[in-house]
């Protein structure tokens, strides 16, 4: 019940025969990329942060041909019509909306003075959109993966990723930072991918003991992003920052933000408090991963559920109850930790558990939330998987 609903392979020969069915041809170019969770480190990533995220096994594959012609002829499963653009032009930003995502990383290669030839693609997805699991960072990353292939242009992992970020930014108006595009990228089987968002650096931090389970449980319900709650956010946190004085919330103590409380609103007080004690709280999350310390990191996700709930004010009620009722079953029932994952305002939450109760953990956070909400959530595992690639036949 728990596992992956598809693997990746199943997915690619699926892409593969939609693609034949719908082009008539073979496709001979087959992209992956991963949607992502993140175990700590939330709201951090536009603050000079340090973020722990692992790319998940969902993921969006495109199959794809070369056309001959100067246009990209695009399609996806839940709108078969689809788009067709020219890849010889500069990009403006149009409908359908989702094509949007092409059409920025197809600019980023034109920036680089990179050709983009005519291509054919077809688009599937086992990602869940709306559900905080970065369905839009894997678009990103898996049209930039193609590209690469179709091009014959290799870029480094770091550019790509940000390139996928530069396409959110500028044809999807989200201002986010890089985490979602670096965990899609840079993912590795088995290994948690620590960034740090100052210097960019990546460094990955195994996970890989079996009696561990990540549960993923997405609430279904998805209070937009881009309905401008995650740039206000990203507001407070540049106010808050100039109000301290400092050139990046890495320079800045809790001392420093106590001392400039007076020059900011409370608020934005708050909201900093959040950025201070959750850039410490990662960094005290590696720390006890590496010494084996479940328990410490479990703590540290309640503690930064309840930072995001209370200071950052990015969960809601469905969150809430997740995180709560994993909390009730508690270490006796097999929970290690839990908290909301990703931008909020809904979306999913991460559950770190034992593997031999994560099923009936699963069973008691269905029972509960759908009695409270009258729906189910979502609930599947996910261990740390591969990043964007090129998947041969
Ligand atoms: C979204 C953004 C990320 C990050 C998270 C919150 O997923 O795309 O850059 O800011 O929200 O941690």
Not at 162 to 173: C, P, S
Not at 230 to 243: F, I, M, P, V
Not at 259 to 268: G, I, N, Q
Not at 312 to 339: K, N, Q, W
Request: hydrophobic share 40%; with cysteine.
């Amino acid at each position: 019940m728990l596992s992956p609903n598809s693997t990746t392979q199943s997915l690619a020969q699926h892409a593969r025969a939609i693609f034949r069915e719908h082009f008539g041809n073979d496709a001979t170019h087959v992209a992956v990329a991963p949607g992502r969770v993140n175990l700590i480190g939330e709201h951090i990533d536009y603050c000079d942060g340090f973020v722990l995220p692992f790319a998940i096994e969902r993921m969006v594959v495109i199959a794809a041909a070369p056309n001959g012609s100067s246009e990209a002829r695009v399609a996806t499963a839940f709108d078969p019509e689809g788009a067709v653009f020219s890849v010889t032009e500069d990009q403006k930003i149009a409908d359908p909306k989702w094509s949007n995502y092409l059409r920025g990383v197809v600019q980023g290669f034109r920036n680089r003075g990179i050709a983009v030839p005519g291509f054919d693609a077809f688009i599937v997805s086992s990602l869940p959109g709306g559900a905080g699991l970065s369905s839009s960072a894997a678009l990103e990353c898996a049209v930039a993966t193609l590209l690469e292939s179709l091009t014959g242009v290799k870029l480094e992992t770091r550019e790509k990723a940000l390139l996928a970020q530069k396409a959110e930014h500028d044809f999807a108006g989200v201002p986010c930072g890089i985490m979602d595009q670096f965990a899609s990228a840079f993912g590795k089987d088995g290994q948690l991918v620590l960034i740090d968002c100052r210097s960019t650096d990546v460094e990955l931090v195994p996970f890989t003991d079996p009696s561990l389970t990540i549960l993923v449980s997405n609430t279904k319900v998805s209070h937009e992003l881009s309905d401008g709650g995650y740039a206000a956010r990203r507001r407070s946190t540049e106010d808050g920052l100039a109000a301290i004085g400092k050139s990046s919330w890495r320079d800045v103590s809790p001392e420093d933000l106590e001392s400039a409380s007076s020059a900011m609103s409370e608020v934005t007080f708050r909201r900093s408090r959040h950025v201070v004690g959750e850039i410490t709280r990662t960094m005290g999350a590696v720390d006890a991963l590496k010494q084996g310390s479940f328990s410490k990191l479990g703590q540290l996700m309640y503690e930064s559920h309840n930072s995001l709930r209370d200071d950052f004010e990015v969960s809601c009620p469905e969150l809430d109850h997740l995180v709560a009722t994993a909390s009730e079953i508690g270490t006796a029932g097999g929970v290690i930790g839990a908290r909301m994952t990703g931008g909020g305002f809904g979306g999913s939450t991460v559950t770190l558990c034992e593997t031999a109760k994560a099923e009936a953990i699963a069973a008691a956070l269905v029972k509960s939330y759908e009695a409270t909400f009258g729906f189910a959530p979502e609930i599947f595992s996910s261990r740390p998987a591969e990043g964007a690639r090129i998947i041969e036949d």
